[in-house]
């Protein structure tokens, strides 16, 4: 029996390691058992307020109920009601695009993969925005919720990404003045606090702008974003650039490639293929990051949580509230670290 | 046939930094000529082939391709380059593409040639190397001898002038030099022109037309392989050869 050989090994090797197993198995049980009580066996499902919720849980259990009230304004935040389905929809886009791009075979067809993504994007601004095919227009300070959170995070990669592979290649470069500009911009942008760059670009900016233009919020902190990913981003590629040995470049050059050929078919595939790990961290940052962006008025996913329990009949379950929220975190957050494992998998040759 | 050699090199001179690596060398090798270069390490014998194809700028002196001179200009620089096939100790494949991928590459993005024709080419060319059926595999599944012949491969896909080859056999192992110079002598013998950094004296004794014995930065001797061999004409000539045949 291995599992047996295992565990006397690992779990029961001698008194003292024996001991700490049992309290150690002892601790985690009666986590796990006090978590099942409250979140399942003790939790009130259906309650018509907060008060009866409450009283039908006996104080020991979650109330789902408030959950079963509020998600859809949590998701959606003050997006019109019954144009809901909308944003849904937009959420089930974003999500088909992250996926059909995570297919490496599709990166070989750069062209494509770009027309799917402007044409899925364009879908999505229809969609939210209205306007067109009789959908009512919804101002952007209504795009709230889920939604939102979405396509700062995967909006502000997508722009960062190119400008970063750009500041990377730029910091290596033989020409000075492209070498200083990278330089300047990443030491700059990572010597300023994320929050900092979003009051910049959401107060002062518009001090600068002339008068009559005028930049929608929204739009600005989504630029904010990817400018101050991209300087991260650059670091990571250029981490990867930095590996690829000597002999690579001296191939490409001696097959008589130009610069841009070298880079995007021989260098930049295997320096990003080294730098998925690192990539990815900064993915799953970057996407927690953007519930920031509340300090500049914008309802995020965790701002429209904390707007819900600030309502007088279901005051004060933010436990319930919150663990929604970060259970829906966590769902994409685990997916981009599984994603890069399979990646790296299935790229380290 | 016009007179113009394939390489010319006059009085090249190159420096890193304070170590002169390249004094005054001037060589020239005609269309069809195979040329062995060998030296102790460090003599600039490999620093001379990197600068026919510009891996290294020369500081001084002139170095033509087939007429056409080596500058600055990065567009001179590219017409050499396609015109030049080279071969390094390392293999350098690209390890993220498939061996078929490494042979199209260039011939598909360089020469503008068609996909279908360019892996008809490449087939042809791993069949002169041997090793046809690997087309479908990764550098990284392939033992030392087939990657560089893979890599010799990938170059004459350009349909190189002139081949370059730096050390090609020095990483291999010892059971893996033979198939490799195998398909180099019989590069040779279809008349490719060749510049050879090597230490393999048995392939330059049977294919060179020229040694030229380099030793800090200066071809010290430059002779057919008859006579370098039995009778060289310098003292450190004389004194390489003792230390390299000498066991």
């Known amino acids: 029996m291995p599992a047996l050989v295992w565990m006397r090994r690992n779990l029961f090797n001698g008194i003292a390691s024996s001991l700490a197993t049992l309290v150690a198995l002892y601790l985690l049980l009666r986590g796990l058992w006090a978590v099942l009580r409250w979140g399942v066996l003790d939790a009130v499902w259906s309650a018509p307020d907060g008060r009866t919720c409450r009283a039908l849980g006996g104080g020991d259990g979650a109330c789902w109920a408030f959950i079963g009230h509020w998600y859809r304004f949590i998701i959606f935040g003050r997006y019109p009601y019954a144009e809901q389905w909308r944003p849904a929809l937009v959420i089930v886009l974003f999500m088909a695009l992250v996926l059909a791009s995570c297919d490496p075979r599709l990166w070989r067809r750069g062209a494509l993969l770009g027309a799917i993504w402007v044409a899925g994007l364009a879908l999505c601004f229809a969609l939210m925005h209205g306007g067109v095919a009789g959908l009512p227009v919804v101002t952007t300070d209504l795009w709230n919720g889920l939604p939102l959170t979405l396509m700062l995070a995967v909006l502000g990669l997508v722009f960062a990404f190119p400008l970063a592979v750009l500041l990377a290649l730029g910091r290596r470069s033989h020409l000075p003045i492209m070498r200083a500009l990278s330089v300047g911009y990443i030491e700059l942008v990572r010597g300023v606090p994320l929050i900092t760059v979003l009051f910049m670009a959401s107060v002062m900016l518009p001090l600068f702008l002339p008068a009559g233009v005028n930049i929608d919020n929204l739009a600005r902190a989504q630029a904010a974003l990817a400018f101050f990913y991209a300087a991260y981003l650059a670091e990571v590629i250029r981490g990867g650039l930095q590996a690829i040995p000597r002999g690579q470049y001296e191939a490409a050059d001696a097959l008589g490639l130009s610069y841009w050929q070298k880079t995007g078919r021989v260098i930049l595939p295997q320096a990003l293929t080294i730098a998925i790990p690192p990539l990815v961290n900064i993915f799953i940052a970057a996407f927690k990051d953007t519930t920031l962006v509340t300090i500049v008025g914008l309802l995020d996913l965790l701002t429209t949580a904390g707007n819900a329990i600030t309502d007088p009949q279901w005051r004060g379950f933010y436990v319930e509230a919150y663990t929604f929220v970060a259970a829906i975190y966590f769902v994409f957050c685990f997916f981009m670290s599984r994603y890069s494992r399979s990646l790296e998998r299935s790229l380290g040759r | ?247």
């Not at chain 2, 033979?178 to 490719?192: H, I, R």
């Open chain 2, 1 to 247: 046939m016009s007179e113009v050699p394939m390489i010319a090199l006059d009085r090249v001179e190159k420096r890193f930094g304070a170590f002169h690596a390249l004094k005054g060398v001037s060589l020239s090798v005609a269309r069809g000529e195979k040329v062995v270069i060998c030296g102790p390490s460090g003599s600039g014998k490999s620093t001379v082939i990197r600068c026919v194809n510009r891996l290294e700028r020369h500081d001084a002196g002139r170095i033509a391709v087939d007429g056409r001179e080596l500058t600055d200009d990065p567009k001179q620089i590219e017409a050499v380059r396609r015109e030049i096939g080279m071969v390094a100790q390392q293999f350098n494949l690209f390890p993220h593409l498939t061996v078929m991928q490494n042979l199209t590459l260039a011939p598909v993005r360089v020469r503008g040639m068609k996909p279908a024709e360019a892996e008809a080419l490449a087939l042809h060319f791993l069949e002169r190397v041997h090793i046809p059926e690997q087309a479908a595999k990764y550098p990284g599944q392939l033992s030392g001898g087939q990657q560089q012949r893979v890599a010799i491969a990938r170059a004459l896909a350009m349909r190189p002038k002139a081949m370059l080859f730096d050390e090609p056999t020095s990483a291999l192992d010892p059971e893996m030099i033979k198939e490799v110079l195998d398909v180099m002598v019989s590069l040779a013998e279809e008349g490719m022109t060749m510049i050879v950094v090597t230490h393999e004296m048995g392939f330059a004794r049977r294919v060179a037309d020229r040694i030229v014995f380099m030793d800090a930065g200066q071809i010290v001797e430059e002779s057919p392989p008859a006579e370098f061999f039995s009778a060289p004409k310098s003292e450190r000539a004389q004194l390489f050869l003792s230390r390299i045949l000498g066991h």
